[in-house]
């Protein structure tokens, strides 16, 4: 099974920009979907944006589109959130997971994902 270890996360002012990354073990990743949530302090854990195998697909959360780019390295077993302009409603933990689906409503979901990193501390100031 998949292991994954995201880096990236830090401290970061608003409008400011971060990339994460979510390195992973195993010789099958290109034959996952990748998946990034978050979670705040005090809320449930959210769906931020998702990408199939073979990149064909990418979603995002309304929250985040037009900011936030996801994109994956096949050949370096990694996945990537690019994120812009970022804001304080943005700090977070940020966690990338593993799924067998590809379709959205699949990918939503946390109970899809086969496999979670430890995540990643994003923390951005106002």
């Known amino acids: 099974q998949v292991q994954l270890e995201e880096s990236g996360g830090g401290l970061v002012q608003a409008g400011g920009s971060l990339r994460l990354s979510c390195g992973a073990s195993?010789?099958?990743?290109?034959?996952?979907?990748m998946v990034w949530f978050r979670q705040a302090p005090g809320k449930e854990r959210e769906f931020v944006a998702a990408?199939?195998?073979?990149?064909?697909?990418?979603y995002y959360a309304d929250s985040v589109k037009g900011r936030f780019t996801i994109s994956r390295d096949n050949a370096k077993n990694t996945v990537y959130l690019q994120m812009n302009s970022l804001k304080p409603d943005d700090t977070a933990v940020y966690y990338c997971?593993?799924?067998?689906?590809?379709?959205?409503?699949?990918?939503?979901?946390?109970?899809?994902?086969?496999?979670w990193g430890k995540g990643t501390l994003v923390t951005v100031s106002s």
């Open positions: 195993g010789r099958t990743f290109s034959s996952y979907s």
């Open positions: 997971a593993a799924s067998n689906y590809y379709r959205q409503y699949n990918l939503l979901k946390e109970s899809s994902m086969i496999t």
């Open positions: 990408i199939t195998g073979s990149a064909r697909y990418v």
